[in-house]
């Protein structure tokens, strides 16, 4: 017997399975917008549901949808293309198991591809299975190649989370990653994206309080689509025309070796940051993530046992 699911999950179970099945009636392929405006309409949202969560700015019910449809993808249920959700074949078939046990199916499917991307991201930290080897391997590099390790799959599930939302959301992480890598002056002073950019800028950051000194922003929320030289070249020719000498260009996606070959010998300094990069940035700077476990690692006191 399964357990009952929480608050949160149940949810989560009713608001997911409902939108796969108004996409399934409707011929397996709509615009995200579409399914996302006709939940309302399919299910009762109490005060709790309809609350603004305050990280990101949106409803809980529209935070989960996004949220939980990053196991239908990983499952091979869903795949989405430049906003338009596609349900598969597979996903047709675990909709015949019911609000619940379609949920619960989606959740076992990304756990294994969470314990794949774990399995595949460092081979090195594969211990020997000689133990004097493993033993020639301090622990100290055991636990740092640990925690590589789960980064690199934390980093592959935060790109996941990052692709599944909106513009205005990736907009927002944007603002909250540059204030905590401390652009923006004080409180944030001088700091602007604005949808849709203005001549290759989306924006940009006064790095100190008086706006002395601006860097330039250009952000693009792509899936798969690299960001080649032309797209550079526009951001260098933006920034020239602002008589700009420093810009930041933030992908989800990844750059070609042409573009960032280009930008080595500019005169300007242009910071290129790819999705992988952007990731961990926020494990590093704490955007997006947080403390789930705490460990120490201890070591002999040398004092302790010194001699008097």
């Known amino acids: 017997m399964t357990k009952p699911l929480s608050k949160s999950n149940l949810l989560a179970s009713k608001l997911i399975y409902a939108a796969m099945v108004h996409l399934r009636d409707h011929g397996g392929e709509m615009k995200a917008a579409d399914i996302f405006e006709s ?16 990280s990101n700015g949106l409803t809980r019910w529209r935070t989960y949808v996004h949220f939980f449809s990053v196991d239908a993808v990983k499952s091979g249920f869903l795949t989405k293309t430049k906003g338009v959700w596609h349900l598969t074949p597979e996903g047709i078939e675990a909709l ?20 794949q991307q774990l399995s595949q991201s460092d081979s090195s930290i594969i211990v020997p299975a000689d133990d004097v080897v493993a033993e020639q391997i301090p622990p100290e590099e055991q636990f740092d190649r640990l925690r590589r390790t789960i980064h690199s799959a934390l980093s592959a599930e935060i790109l ?3 692709k599944s939302n909106s513009w205005q959301f990736f907009e927002r992480l944007v603002i909250e990653l540059l ?10 002073n001088g700091l602007a994206l604005q949808r849709g950019g203005d001549g290759g800028v989306d924006g940009f950051i006064n790095q100190d309080k008086l706006g002395l000194d601006v860097v330039y922003v250009q952000a693009k929320r792509w899936a798969d689509q690299t960001v080649g030289r032309p797209d550079i070249q526009q951001f260098v020719g933006a920034l020239a025309g602002r008589q700009a000498n420093r810009g930041i260009f933030i992908t989800t996606s990844k750059f070609s070796v042409e573009a960032r070959d280009y930008v080595k010998p500019l005169n300007v300094r242009v910071i290129l940051i790819d999705g992988e990069f952007l990731a961990q940035l926020m494990i590093e700077h704490g955007v997006g993530v947080s403390t789930w476990k705490s460990y120490e690692l201890k070591r002999i006191d040398s004092d302790f046992f010194a001699d008097e």
């Open 179 to 188: 204030l905590a890598m401390g652009y923006g002056g004080v409180g944030g």
């Open 39 to 54: 939940l309302p309409e399919k299910i009762e949202l109490d005060d709790w549901a309809k609350e603004t969560i305050e």
């Open 96 to 115: 015949k198991l019911g609000e619940k046990g379609y949920f619960l199916c989606a959740q076992q499917g990304y756990r294994a591809w969470k314990k």
């Open 160 to 162: 996941e989370r990052i």
